[in-house]
Each structure stands twice: as structure tokens, then as C-alpha cells.
């Protein structure tokens, strides 16, 4: 890997750990509050709307700055945000504060990431990253655990502090901190795009046209967008619904609904290492079946009412899902950067998976607060997963079928 390689995913796995821990304290602050359960969905959706509103233009900003600058200065916001929910600010406007710091950051870092790595390494690369994200999921759930946890709350009100939940979001600036003192020690690139546009008409149609081309693209870019769009927004949702499921049906505090959800990260990890070792670039479209399976996992899952069956199965969820979305997500990169420029094709990716997130977190939380039970939620998550990706594996079967049959004049004229 190029030099300092490591050192940024040692930056953004620090960013990103601190944004996981986050959301469990931000749900324990919506408790202590004494807001309805439906209102914990809110805070990542206020996180993600940021990603939508601004993809037309966070591609080239990403483009037009240096992008470890950017990184930085990201970070530092997402520590104004925090900084502020501590001191009181509402916790749905100080979580899109940090959700439009990280929309800001994600461009950069992945755009950074295919300007330093050769196509050959990219799935490796991808490997890395994600199993770096993954991590981050992993630990910051058990961080944000441990912030929330009744042994935390008693260590804070022994030092006389009565607000034990705002010592737990300084803690989390540290994670900031040493978050941007690691993304100094990453060089540029050194990569110059041309001048992106500077009005907005003319921002939102580039935005639109990269959109377009992204999705028009037969080569990997269509079905990889469809595959990773699809993996995010049911993964988001999964993910909160996992922490109700966890004290609902499992009998388990809000803490410990965390490091069950952590059991999640850590089959992810596994199946992304997998993924990133063993699947090459020109091979990703075979995982789709896995697809399936996540999806057949995800409808099975919430039926287990014991804790000793629900670990293993959340591990075997998180691999499955890792081992699919690795391969998918670094083809959905090379096919971008051919296509657009770097910036610009994350912000796209960016752009289509987060209103996955907005649309599926949306409809989880109506659903909650019309009184679904739980189970059958989740059950209809993992069944709309299978029989989508089972329609993308359709499709592509027939869209092969269809070129590999020769046109009735061709048939004419060999005959």
C-alpha cells in the first residue's frame, strides 16, 4: 500500500468510532428526556439528510480542495457539534451539525483513497477500509455502551458531577481530537481536477448528469450502485432496530442491546477481510447471491428469542453482509473514477445511499409509531432485501441472455 496509507484509515476509523459511540449516547439523552422510542431514528436521520441536501456540491468541494485540509477541518465541526450538544443544544440539530461534517468528509476520504491506490489494489484497499469502518461500528458501539452504561454513570456521579451523560459526550471530543492530529500526518496526493462550476444551476445539473452517467453505466456501475444502496439503507435501519430488538424480545438494557449490535461489526469485519483477500475486482458481481441470503438472515434472525442463538446469528448477518458489500462497493469505485472523477462518483454513492437511509429510517420510524410490532419489522426488512436483490439477479440474467442471442438479421445472414 502507498505510504501513509494506514495512517488515514487510522484517522477516519477514529472519526468514525467517535460518530458510532455517539449515537447510543445520543439515544440515551433522548431517554433521560423522556421522548417516545420513535424518536431515536430522528437522530440518524438528522445525521444522514445532510448527505442528501449537499451531494450536488460535496463531490466538488472535495474536488476543488486539498482533501486532507478538508478532513481535518471536518473533523474540527463534528467536535463543534458535540461540543455543543454538551452544552445543551438539541440533539437532533447538533446531530446534523456532525452528519454535514461527515457528508463533507466522506468524499474526501474515499476520493483520496483511489487517487493514492492502483486499480489492483482497490479491493484490497476496500478490504482495509471498511474492515476500518466496521471496526469503528464495533468499538464505538461498545464505547457508546460503556458511556451509557450504569457503571459509567456511577463512576461520573462519584466525582460530584450530576450530568453523566454530558461527561460522556467529552469523552467523545478526545476521539475527535486525536481523530485530526492523525489526518495531519497523511500527504496529498497532489492530484489537480479542472475548475468545478461555481453556480448553483450549473452545480446541481453537473451533480444530475454524474447521477445519471453513474446509473446508465453496464460495465458494474448500475448493478454495484443498486447493490451497495440497497446494503446501506437496510444496514442503518437494522442497526437501531437490533438495539430495540436487543431489550424488547432479548430482555436487555440499552448498554448491553450496544454489544449486541457490536456482534454485528464484528461478522462484518470477518466477511470484508474474506472479501478483500479473496475476491478480485473483475469476480465482484459473483457475491450477489449473497445478497440473498443476508436478506433470508435478516427475516429469520428476529424470530430467535434466546441470546445464545441471537449472537451467532447477528455474526453470521454481519459476515454475509461484509463479504457482499466489499466486492460490490470497490467495483461501484472503478467504474466511478473511470466514468466521473473521484470526488465526484462518492458523491453520487453517497448521494444514492443515504436517501436509502432517509427513505428506509423514515418508513422504520412511521411504522414504529403506528405500533408494528418489532419482529414483523425487521422480518419485512430481511424479505424486502432478498426479493430485491433476487430482482437485480433477474435482470442481469436476462440482460446477458439478451446479448448473448444473435439478432434475427444475423441469423439471416450466416444462414
Known sequence: MPPRFHTLI??????????????????????????????????????????????????????????????????ALKAVGVGAMALGLDPLIAFGIVGTAAACYAPAKYGLITEI??????????????????????????????????????????????????ASLVALLGLYGVAAMLQLRVPESGIVYPRPPNRLLDIV??????????????LGGRLSLSMTTLFWGAGATLQLAVLQWAQDVLGLRLNQGAYLQATVAIGVVAGAALAGRWIALHHSVRVMPL???????????????????????????????????????ALLQHRGVQILSAGRSIAVQGF????????????????????????????????????????????????????????????????
Not at 479491493?123 to 476500518?132: K, P
Not at 445539473?205 to 453496464?218: I, K, T, V
Open 117 to 166: 491506490v492502483p486499480p489492483t489494489k482497490l479491493v484490497a484497499a476496500n478490504g482495509w477500509i471498511e474492515v476500518s469502518v466496521v471496526c469503528s461500528v464495533l468499538l464505538g458501539t461498545l464505547v457508546g455502551g460503556l458511556l451509557v452504561s450504569p457503571w459509567w454513570m456511577g463512576a461520573v456521579a462519584g466525582l460530584g458531577l450530576a450530568q453523566p451523560l454530558k
Open 291 to 329: 445478497g440473498v441470503m443476508l436478506g433470508a438472515l435478516m427475516l429469520a434472525t428476529p424470530w430467535v428469542s434466546s441470546l445464545g442463538w441471537a449472537l451467532p446469528a447477528m455474526v453470521l448477518v454481519g459476515a454475509v453482509g461484509g463479504a457482499m458489500v466489499v466486492p460490490m462497493n
Open 10 to 75: 487510522a484517522a477516519q476509523f477514529c472519526s468514525a468510532l467517535a460518530d458510532n459511540a455517539l449515537l447510543i449516547v445520543g439515544i440515551a439523552l433522548l431517554r433521560e428526556m423522556g421522548l417516545p422510542l420513535w424518536w431515536a431514528p430522528l437522530l440518524k436521520l438528522c445525521f444522514t439528510v445532510a448527505y442528501v441536501a449537499l451531494a450536488p456540491v460535496v463531490g466538488l468541494i472535495a474536488d476543488a480542495w486539498p482533501k486532507v485540509a478538508l478532513m481535518s477541518g471536518m473533523n
Open 205 to 218: 445539473r453537473d451533480f444530475r448528469l454524474s447521477n445519471r452517467a453513474l446509473w446508465r453505466d453496464r
Open 352 to 415: 444514492n445511499e443515504n436517501l436509502s437511509i432517509l427513505v428506509m429510517l423514515g418508513g422504520y420510524a412511521t411504522l414504529q409509531a403506528m405500533g408494528v410490532p418489532l419482529v414483523w419489522l425487521m422480518s419485512g426488512l430481511g424479505a424486502f432485501v432478498m426479493l430485491s436483490v433476487l430482482v437485480l439477479m433477474a435482470r442481469r440474467r436476462l440482460r446477458s441472455s439478451a446479448l448473448q442471442t444473435p439478432s434475427p438479421a444475423c441469423g439471416r445472414g450466416q444462414g
